[in-house]
C-alpha cells in the first residue's frame, strides 16, 4: 500500500469539496493517505498560536518524509502559499507530485516541478504503480 501525503487548500467549500472528490478516488485505489485537514494536531492547542504553527509545520514536514508520493490539488495561480511550499520540499526531497490542475492559468514553477500533471477526472484512471509522467500542456506565467 503505498503511502500518500495529500497537499491541498482547505480554507473554503469549494476546496473541500475537491479535497473530499481527491480524497475519495485515493481511498477506492487502496492508498495510505495522510491529509492534513483529517490529522489535525492537539486540539487542546489554540488555532493560530505559534505553540498550533511549529506542530502544524513539524506534523506537515513528518509526514511528507513519511510519503513516498504527494498529491496536490492545485487551483491555478491562485493557490494556498502553504500547498506551493508543501509541493516545493516534496520535489526538493525527491518525492514524485502528482499535480491536479483545477484553475484556468498556471504558474511554471509548480508545474515543472511535478512529475506527472493530470486533471481530476485522469485521476480516477491513473495508477499509482505505474507512476506515468505527463506534463502540462496550458499556458504558464
Not at 96 to 103: K, N, Q, Y
Not at 119 to 130: A, N
Amino acid at each position: 500500500m503505498k503511502r500518500v501525503y495529500l497537499a491541498s487548500p482547505f480554507f473554503n467549500e469549494k476546496e473541500i469539496e475537491c479535497l473530499e472528490q481527491v480524497e475519495a478516488i485515493l481511498a477506492e485505489k487502496g492508498l495510505k493517505v495522510f491529509s492534513p485537514l483529517r490529522n489535525p494536531i492537539d486540539e487542546r492547542v489554540e488555532v493560530g498560536s505559534r505553540q498550533w504553527s511549529i506542530e502544524t509545520f513539524m506534523n506537515d514536514i513528518k509526514h511528507i518524509k513519511w510519503a513516498e508520493i504527494v498529491v496536490g490539488i492545485y487551483h491555478g495561480n491562485y493557490s494556498d502559499s502553504g500547498t506551493a511550499w508543501e509541493l516545493g520540499y516534496a520535489y526538493a526531497t525527491d518525492k514524485p507530485v502528482i499535480l491536479i490542475h483545477l484553475g484556468p492559468n498556471s504558474n511554471l514553477m509548480v508545474h515543472e516541478g511535478s512529475h506527472a500533471n493530470i486533471t481530476l477526472e485522469e485521476l480516477k484512471d491513473y495508477d499509482f504503480d505505474q507512476l506515468a509522467s505527463s506534463f502540462y500542456t496550458g499556458k504558464m506565467l
